[in-house]
């Protein structure tokens, strides 16, 4: 099958694949069949939009300032190609925490992923399993962490934990994580609550009600022990315990500890946007950071994203590594974070796009023009590995 042969491709030479899917594209025309998802970026989320339902599509956009800050602001930086550098040969990955990931990208932890298609967080993670692309299921996913982790096989993969206000829930989510294979816990800081989506509130939609993506919490031993009935008893007494517990506005850097103390995986923040808090998250031991506002869902109004990063990199001065997140859309925007500081770059918008197009097809179509374009964004602008870009692979444009 010929996208059975292209995966391989990219988990074996990824550092030829821009040339291969090219080829493949431009001469087989995808063995006689047209793409899937469209290539452009601004296609698919149009696309994306006329097949989603107006409800999950107002959730996925969230809100709309800082969404289209983050996209904008890439353009404060551009590429300035070099030539006649020899760069036949190519290497995508990048090393992190003690594990090479074949491409300089990971799978940005997205919750209630079955409202954009049935098939959910398990035909993204079949895609990222066929593509060895890691991923980073949330807290908030449909399917356990514990199936999706089967699903992933030796693919790496991260957990996202949503920090909650019970104590003994957060261990057990740790200790069911490392269990299941996750190789970093990834804490997401800035959703203690939700922010002030006016899609939402204007279709009265919000997707925590919907008992089945509370999986994480109804399968947990804890949360079922603090439970009066089983949840399969009473369904609306689980999910009023979930929207208790589910944030915790009252954290600070004294709570930090308690993280180190419960797992022994790599802890990345997710969520810094203010150089003093990655100076802080360093100094309080944590081994990663994500620059990211969260896709410009929770502050609107908020700095863009790739605005905030030079100003940690320059705090952080490699002590850990910092990786980034928020208008990601397409390689060069990747190639930018990275030139500037990121190790690597979370995808997020995008590839749910491709799922509501197309299911798991549709999100591996999405992967692997992504990683097209990564190699080939590489390769034309002089540079053989994104490990080794630096600023000086771009200009800063006066704005
Ligand atoms: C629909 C949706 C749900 C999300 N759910 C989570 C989540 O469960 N946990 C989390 O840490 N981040 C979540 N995020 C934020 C993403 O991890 C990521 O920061 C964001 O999508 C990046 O912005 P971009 O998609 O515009 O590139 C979600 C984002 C979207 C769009
Ligand atoms: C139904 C649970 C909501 C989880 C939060 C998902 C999220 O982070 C978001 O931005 O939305």
Redesign the pocket.
Known sequence: MATRTTTQTVATIPHQFGNVRQRQVYTDGFNGRRPLVPASSKLLELQAKERMSPDAWG????MDET?EA??AAFRHWSIVPRILRNVAQRDLSVQLFGQTLPVPFLL??????K??HPDGEGAVARAAAKLGVPM?P????YITLEDLAKTLGDTPRWF?L?WSKDPDFNASLLRRAERAGYTAI?V?L??YYLGWRVDDIQNAYMPFPLYDGLVNYLTDPVFRRSLKQPPEKDRHAAIQLYMEIFGNPSLTWADIPFLRQHTKLPILL??IMHPDDARQAVEAGIDGI?V??????QVNGERA?IDALPDIVEAVKGQVPLLF?????KAADAFKAIALGAKAV?????Y?WGLALAGEQGVEEVLQNFIADLDLTLALSGHTAYSALDVSALHKEPV
Do not use: E, W
């Open positions: 959730y996925l956009s969230g969404m983050n996209i940005a932890p997205i919750g209630v992923q409202i954009v980073i949330s807290t908030a996913a996202q949503y990834v997401t800035d959703t997710k969520g994500i990211s506002n969260h896709g410009g869902r994203a997140d928020s208008g990601i859309r979370l995808l997020g918008r995008p749910l």
